[in-house]
Each structure stands twice: as C-alpha cells, then as structure tokens.
C-alpha cells in the first residue's frame, strides 16, 4: 500500500530544504510552491515513521505554542498541541470560544493588542477566529510565527496540507486525479484551501453542491485560469461515478444569517453506502469533520473511508510545519 511506501523512505529533510519555510507564517494555501509543499510532506512522513518507532522527539524542547482558538475545535486543536508535545515542547492557551470569560477577548480586546501581548511569550503562535483575515491581523502584529488554523469562511491551510498527506498517502500521487468536492463550497474553507494546493497539481476538479453554496467564483476562476478542468453540478451520483477521490464537508451552519436558510440546505448531500457502491473503484473518501449527517455511518466501513486515517495524519504534518518555520527541524 502506498500508505507504507512513503513513510518507510522518508528521509530526514535537508538543512537546505529546511530553510525553505523557515521564518514564515503560515497564512493561506496558495502562498505555497511545489517546493516547499514536497519538503513538507517528506518532513511529515519522517515525524510519522518517528513515532511509528517510538522514537522521542526533542526538536521543540524549550519552546512554547500559544493556541488561540476563538471559535470551536476539536481536531485541529488537540493535534496541534499534541504535535507540540510529541516534539518536546508546551502549549498555552485560553478557553475556546471569544465568549468565554477567561480571557480578555472578552474584555473586548482587540485581536491585534492580544497577539502583540501573547507575541512576548511564546515562539510560535497558532489562532482560528471566526474572523476572514484575522489570521492575517495576528500575523502583522506578532514577530514570531502565526499559524491560520481557520480564519472564518477564508483559509484553512493546515487542513489542506494534511488533506493532500493523507491522499497522498492513499493514492501515491496527486497529478492525474479526478477530485470531487462536495457540500458547502461557499463557507467552508477547507474545500477553499484544498483546491487552491491542489491546482498546484495536475487535477481535475468536480463540485457538487446546491446552488446558494457554490464554490466563491474567484477561486473557480483562478483553477480555470491554470488550465486546470472544473464541472460545477449538483448530482452526486454522477460526480462518484467519475471521482478518484470524494471530499465531502459538513454545511457550515454557524456562517448562515438565519436559521430557515441553514435549514434549508443542512441535508442536501449524503454519502451512503449506494454512492460508494456505484461509485468509482477505489474511492477515497475524505471529510475534515465533524461530520453532522453527510456520510452514513454504515460507510465507515468501507475501505476508502479514510477520514479518521485523515484526522491522524494532523499530527504529522502539524509537526512538520512547527519545525521547519520555527527552523527547529534537528
Ligand atoms: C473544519 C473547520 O473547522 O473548518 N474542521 C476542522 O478543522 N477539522 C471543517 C468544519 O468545521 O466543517
């Protein structure tokens, strides 16, 4: 299987490949080269097969991460502080939501002065804000790295590069494949980040959703302008029959201005065991989760069910990117 390949020949990366990132921040997908995109994926490869072997990491040891997290999250949170800890280092953080009362936020302080604060402790930060740009805010006011981990409907770049490990790893490549995408195409920024490092590839893009949630035109037209092919539909069906891989999100209800719109559109797709059946062989079937009720339970099953395998890949690339643009990749 092409899951062990890569990991079993990852290769430490090289000093000069690691300098590649350092310093950066990470903001948003297409602020990536093809370059620097492999240097990670080797980099997340060879801290998988590390702790395949149990090794014990020091590469951040004495470092600290500030996780800001402003609106919900599971996931991408609990890997990245796992990340920091698998490598040696701590985290320190506030409680998840702006409301909550253990922190200034809700004091009514601006992003900017908490960041330019927050700055003076730690070594890297990492903030999601319900906010688009805010990731961009954090970045301007802090001299250490900032990390985008979900800025509102914009950019979720770290779910991206750990979407396209993941088909990677499944798939043995990314040129040559038919990706559908399916379900809230205008809020979710996971779709947004995805298909942006995607069109760095040579694929072919489907995207299925109803016709208030389609993709924002200016990244449709930008995977256009690439050369790159995109069918816009709303048959899922259909879009299986073709698809090498199926990205499927979750309808992003907290972005809708009233509850009968949400409700409206909340259940339009669901990938039940019918789709795969008649769907592509070989299927892959990814979702950045939560799920709410877009894929059966009954497909977990499945061998291209691959999206709690997904979830795990978090910590790698999550420690990846920690050391190479913080320059502690030993
Ligand atoms: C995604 C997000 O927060 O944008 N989840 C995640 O980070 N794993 C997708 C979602 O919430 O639907």
Redesign the pocket.
Known sequence: MAYSKMVEKAQKPLKAKVSLLEGEDILTASQFNREQLSVIMNSAAYYEKALAKKKILRDMDGKIMAALFF?P?T??RLSFETAMHRLGGSVVTVAESAKAQTSSTAKGESLHDSITAVDKYVDIIVV?SPIKGAAEIAANAAEHPVIN??DGAGQ?PT?ALLDIYTILKEKGTLNGLTIAVVGDLKY???PHSLVELLSLYDCNFIFISPKELVMPKDITEKLLSKGLKVEETDNLLKAAEKADVLYI??V?KERFSTAEEYERVKDSYVVDDSIVEKGKGGMLILH???RVNEIAVSVDKCPGAAYFRQ?GNGVFIRMALLTLITGNLL
């Open positions: 609106e999250s996931r991408t999601r981990a979900g979720h779910q979710g920024r996971a999100t979750r992003q950045p989760l939560p979830a």
